[in-house]
């Protein structure tokens, strides 16, 4: 059975870096077919997807994120990590992170999602 | 970028009647990969349908997905009351976007 399961701050200050870690089990990450991907959903608003890593061929991300976010993974404690810098009030958002199949481009498995909120 | 419509943004219907709800893109999805995703209040998204038509694991044969190129359709055929979710598509041609969503509310 694969779980993911999203962990890291509930409150961050305007300016500061973001980093959310997704432990995940069930799946390797070093497997070349099934990925990690992070996606954000404002309250009440559509998802938006921010980037992926896969095993072997590195990290993708949102073009209108690109500069501000980090995608990395820790294959032994079967971790990835977000980082976002300059976060801004806007970005207050639950992330959730979801396992990707590369084979279909969907997104077969979700964590429970953290509620981000970015306020001073 | 490959932006999805999705319409209508809210359907009122009733338990035992036949939803269809429409995702246009803004391009032909050429790969093909046109996923359905059900997001209930304070929940995660759960996988639907994928590669346009073939139904998630555990996913009730009530739920259809159909098209093709730039129309597809998530079509449910006599409601049942855990249906009446958020319903939302999602394209993956060079990089995943996702539609704003259609709300499916009890009549």
């Known amino acids: 059975q694969v779980t993911l399961k999203e962990s890291g701050p509930v409150l961050v200050k305007p300016t500061e870096t973001l980093t959310l870690t997704c432990t995940v089990s069930?799946?390797?990450?070093?497997?070349?077919?099934?990925?990690v991907s992070w996606i954000r959903q404002p309250p009440g608003k559509a998802l938006e997807w921010l980037g992926n890593?896969?095993?072997?061929?590195?990290?993708s991300y949102s073009s209108s994120m690109k500069s501000r976010l980090s995608i990395s993974k820790d294959t032994s404690k079967s971790q990835v990590v977000l980082t976002m810098t300059d976060m801004d009030p806007v970005d207050t958002a639950t992330y959730y992170c979801a396992q990707i199949d590369r084979w279909f481009g969907d997104f077969d498995s979700w964590g429970q999602g953290t509620l981000v909120t970015v306020s001073s | 970028e490959i932006v999805l419509t999705q319409s209508p943004g809210t359907l009122s219907l009733s338990p035992g009647e036949r939803a269809t709800l429409s995702c246009r893109a803004s391009?032909?999805?050429?790969?093909?990969?046109l996923t359905w995703y059900q997001q209930k209040p304070g929940q995660a998204p759960r996988l639907l349908i994928y590669g346009v038509s073939t139904r998630a694991t555990g996913i009730p044969d009530r739920f259809s997905g159909s098209g093709s190129g730039t129309d597809f359709t998530l079509t449910i055929t006599r409601l049942e009351p855990e249906d009446f979710a958020v319903y939302y598509c999602?394209?993956?041609?060079?990089?995943?976007?996702f539609g704003q969503g259609t709300r499916l509310e009890i009549k």
């Open positions: 391009q032909s999805v050429t790969s093909g990969y």
């Open positions: 890593i896969y095993s072997n061929d590195g990290e």
């Open positions: 999602q394209q993956y041609v060079r990089s995943p976007t």
């Open positions: 069930g799946f390797s990450l070093s497997n070349v077919r099934m990925g």
